[in-house]
């Protein structure tokens, strides 16, 4: 009998490790028993996310991507910048990724995700997990510092022209014009880690041939 956390190895590996799911604390379980967080499967040996976790991953990606786009096109903020469309739209869009993030977060932890590439290297493994940790720490602590640069450069902070939210700093206080510059630093930082985890998932996809990008993609009936 296999004991908690043992892995097959030898010529059954691959084919059981693939079938046999593993929770947080490495504990393997049956296919189809065990978290929620595991929905309908993509393939008979994929595991996969489940709707509800795909819907908030790519909906934050529409987000992100957006938010960047207005970023680049948006005019920096300076002791002389006045609010405008551009600027109102980064602020609004900014609060409602930190909003719709946290939502994540709490769903992500009420249903945790026993998914491991059991195939890959450790240090595969643990970079992949380093990549999703730091999306979660700077799309939940960098949009605090972008609204306190706001409120520093007396820039108000008014969902989409109609909820207007407090200001988290006196004008031009010293604290949160750095915390503008590590949010401009964190957000740049958040992209090339973008790219790099979207290589490594299309990596995963046409050259490993494994069902890592599958599990976050919708389900397809077979
Ligand atoms: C959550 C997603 C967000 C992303 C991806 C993001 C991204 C960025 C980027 C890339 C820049 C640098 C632009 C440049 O180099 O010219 C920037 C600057 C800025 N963002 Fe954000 N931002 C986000 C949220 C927010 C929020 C919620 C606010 C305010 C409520 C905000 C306020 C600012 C301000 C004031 C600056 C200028 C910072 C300075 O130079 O002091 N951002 N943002
Ligand atoms: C704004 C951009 C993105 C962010 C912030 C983001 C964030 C995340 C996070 C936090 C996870 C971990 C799962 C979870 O906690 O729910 C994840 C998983 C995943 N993402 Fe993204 N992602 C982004 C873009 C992309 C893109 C462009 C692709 C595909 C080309 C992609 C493919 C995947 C895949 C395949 C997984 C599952 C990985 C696994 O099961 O180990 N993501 N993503």
């Given at each position: 009998?296999?004991?908690?956390?043992?892995?097959?190895?030898?010529?059954?590996?691959?084919?059981?490790?693939?079938?046999?799911?593993?929770?947080?604390?490495?504990?393997?379980?049956?296919?189809?028993?065990?978290?929620?967080?595991?929905?309908?499967?993509?393939?008979?040996?994929?595991?996969?996310?489940?709707?509800?976790?795909?819907?908030?991953h790519?909906?934050?990606?529409?987000?992100?991507?957006?938010?960047?786009?207005?970023?680049i096109?948006?005019?920096?903020?300076?002791?002389?910048?006045v609010?405008?469309?551009?600027?109102?739209?980064h602020?609004?869009?900014?609060?409602?990724?930190?909003?719709?993030?946290?939502?994540?977060?709490?769903y992500?932890?009420?249903?945790?995700?026993?998914?491991d590439?059991?195939?890959?290297?450790?240090?595969?493994?643990?970079?992949a997990?380093?990549?999703?940790?730091?999306?979660?720490?700077?799309?939940?602590?960098?949009?605090?510092?972008?609204?306190?640069?706001?409120?520093?450069?007396?820039?108000?902070?008014?969902?989409?022209?109609?909820?207007?939210?407090?200001?988290?700093?006196?004008?031009?206080?010293?604290?949160?014009?750095?915390?503008g510059?590590?949010?401009?630093?964190?957000?740049?930082?958040?992209?090339?880690?973008?790219?790099?985890?979207a290589?490594?998932?299309?990596?995963?996809h046409?050259?490993?041939?494994?069902?890592?990008?599958?599990?976050?993609?919708?389900?397809?009936?077979?």
């Open positions: 009998m296999m004991r908690a956390g043992e892995r097959i190895v030898g010529p059954l590996r691959r084919h059981y490790n693939r079938r046999t799911r593993f929770n947080h604390r490495g504990i393997s379980m049956p296919h189809n028993q065990g978290s929620r967080s595991i929905g309908r499967t993509s393939g008979p040996s994929v595991q996969a996310y489940n709707a509800t976790a795909k819907w908030l790519w909906l934050i990606v529409l987000m992100v991507l957006a938010q960047f786009t207005i970023a096109l948006m005019p920096d903020v300076g002791p002389n910048t609010p405008g469309v551009l600027l109102d739209r602020f609004s869009l900014g609060i409602v990724i930190l909003v719709v993030m946290a939502v994540r977060l709490v992500r932890w009420r249903h945790p995700v026993p998914l590439m059991a195939d890959s290297p450790a240090w595969e493994r643990w970079t997990r380093a990549v999703h940790l730091a999306f979660y720490f700077i799309l939940l602590v960098g949009p605090f510092l972008g609204w306190a640069s706001a409120s520093a450069h007396k820039l108000p902070v008014k969902l989409f022209g109609v909820i207007a939210l407090p200001d988290i700093a006196a004008p031009r206080a010293r604290w949160a014009l750095t915390a510059d590590i949010h401009t630093l964190m957000m740049w930082l958040l992209l090339a880690l973008i790219v790099l985890h290589a490594a998932a299309l990596y995963h046409f050259s490993r041939h494994d069902g890592v990008l599958r599990r976050m993609l919708p389900a397809r009936s077979e």
